[in-house]
């Protein structure tokens, strides 16, 4: 079965379509919920809720246009929500954070190496947590998912000026927070 094949079975009520959906882009949702999340259960529960999403309008679906960027969409756009609302609730621990890094470090050859790498990756995770959820919702498109300008304003709908303020902004902010911690 392909994706199109997948997609028409959805359409017509076969479970079995989603399932193949499921299987071609859980793990690539989950984590770009994560990046956007910074929390592991909040990022599958995102992915779970877009899929779900996803059996109730894939009738409204165009077929002629690609399901990735479609579906990606709602991935970014759920998270971001997600994180706005638990900002407001209370904060979680960081339990997330240390078992990701754990698998990390683990795949690094040497003391030294794995040093420097949770070093690095938890600089940029700092910072990264500091920007907004849309900052970190447009960092994750152009360098993650690659998406181009373009693409991210077509799928948000936005001014592709808009797409390049907020990724400028994202930029610009994370440098700062990462002169700063170097200069520690």
Known sequence: MDEQQA???LKQGDIRGLEFLVSQYQAKAVRTAYLIT????????VAQDCFLHVFHAIRRFDSTRPFEPWFM??????????????????????????????????RVESVEEQVESAEVQNQIWE???KLSPRQRAVVVQRYFLEMSEKEMAEESGAAVGTIKWLLNAARERLRGLLAERSEK
């Open 73 to 106: 969409r709602s991935v970014v756009n759920a998270a971001v929500k997600m994180t706005q609302r638990a900002a407001n609730q209370v904060q979680m621990g960081d339990e997330a954070d240390g078992s990701l890094f754990a698998e990390i470090v683990s």
């Open 38 to 45: 910074r929390d592991s259960a909040l990022a599958e529960d």
């Open 127 to 129: 910072a990264m947590r």
């Open 7 to 9: 997609i028409q079975r």
